[in-house]
């Protein structure tokens, strides 16, 4: 079974830099995308930025220029470095991706989430 576990949220003061991970695991033949996503208090779950298999990356307008996305394919592994946080940064962040496994084929997968709080 596949699981993908995140961590490295916390609290950070405006201005602050925290650096989120999620590593896949379980018997996986391939993963495609690798994303994260994040929802805030009262508000739809957004994009922030994704990683395709194919190398190429998109982000979200209002993170642009301030969060990276990076990942380790030797690790099954997505990073979201995020710098210049702001209080409108806070939310839940969560990692998403498309797997290819042996037993269950290509399926779509969630973390857990993790707690981003930004103080300002």
């Known amino acids: 079974q596949v699981q993908l576990v995140e961590s490295g949220g916390g609290l950070v003061q405006a201005g602050g830099s925290l650096r989120l991970s999620c590593a896949a695991s379980?018997?996986?033949?391939?993963?495609?995308?690798m994303n994260w996503y994040r929802q805030a208090p009262g508000k739809q779950r957004e994009l922030v930025a994704a990683?395709?298999?194919?190398?190429?990356?998109n982000y979200a307008d209002s993170v642009k220029g301030r969060f990276t996305i990076s990942r380790d394919n030797t690790k099954n592994t997505v990073y979201l470095q995020m710098n210049g946080l702001k209080p409108e940064d806070t939310a839940v962040y969560y990692c998403n991706a498309d797997i290819v496994t042996f037993t269950q084929g290509r399926g779509d997968y969630w973390g857990q989430g993790t707690q981003v709080t930004v103080s300002s």
């Open positions: 990683f395709s298999s194919g190398g190429s990356t």
């Open positions: 379980g018997i996986i033949l391939s993963i495609r995308a």
